[in-house]
């Protein structure tokens, strides 16, 4: 157990639609990490936030974002749902701010788009 | 852009065969370098990581990797594989700015 929580672990929706995903950080981790993980793109980072500010982003599409609250924990919404969007979504968590040090996951949300 | 590379997407494997993995990244800078391990319907978990000092760093479950600077490589070792070892494997570089990740490595141990 790396200490990160996701919520929910599995979620089935309709082309469309729109979800959100939730992320808790281990405690004393001020950064979250999203990342997309498929069959056909692999790993791919989609954004990090720290201590409420975004961070860096990587392959994020427009129709996806996401935020920190104040009390560190990040949503993931995802807009206008594609099949393609069918996806494990990992949340990661790390106490540094460049992510320099080791990135604790958690244990995903499966997204299945019907 | 900076880029991680792992020269084999799938590795099938005998159980005792010894086992390397590769990893070159494109950073000319300091790095810190990581190799983690996703076993089957799991979360990604770090198998080591080298920061400094000696190249060759031990991990977890008997795995090693080596740092060659000049090679700008990070390779994984294990002497003698075992069937639980079946697993994604990434390599991933930080450049002080975020974690650039390899494609993953899926190694199937034959029991």
């Known amino acids: 157990d790396s200490g990160v929580t996701q919520t929910p672990k599995h979620l089935i929706t309709a082309t469309g639609q729109r979800v959100t995903l939730r992320c808790s950080p281990r405690?004393?981790?001020?950064?979250v990490y999203w990342y997309q993980q498929s069959l056909d793109q692999g790993l791919q980072f989609l954004i990090q936030?720290?201590?409420?500010?975004?961070?860096a982003k990587g392959n994020i599409l427009e129709r996806f974002s996401a935020q920190q609250f104040p009390d560190l924990h990040s949503e993931l919404n995802l807009s206008s749902l594609e099949l393609g969007d069918s996806a494990l979504y990992f949340c990661?968590?790390?106490?540094?701010?460049?992510?320099?040090?080791?990135?604790?996951f958690g244990p995903g949300t499966r997204l299945t788009v019907l | 852009a900076q880029s991680v590379s792992q020269h084999n997407h799938h590795v099938i494997l005998s159980e005792a065969a010894s086992l390397e993995l590769g990893c070159n990244y494109s950073?000319?800078?300091?790095?810190?370098l990581f190799w983690y391990v996703q076993y089957p319907g799991q979360h990604l978990q770090l198998l080591l990581k080298?920061?400094?000092?000696d190249p060759l760093v031990k991990g977890i479950k008997g795995f090693e990797a080596e740092f060659i600077k000049s090679k700008f490589s990070f390779n994984l070792r294990k002497p003698s594989v075992q069937w639980s070892d079946t697993a994604e494997y990434f390599c991933?570089?930080?450049?002080?700015?975020?974690?650039?990740w390899g494609a993953g490595t899926k190694l199937i141990i034959k029991p």
């Open positions: 990661a968590s790390s106490v540094e701010y460049g992510g320099s040090g080791e990135q604790f």
């Open positions: 405690s004393g981790d001020l950064s």
């Open positions: 936030y720290y201590n409420g500010e975004e961070r």
């Open positions: 950073y000319g800078g300091t790095v810190n």
């Open positions: 080298y920061f400094s000092g």
């Open positions: 991933a570089v930080n450049n002080n700015y975020q974690l650039i």
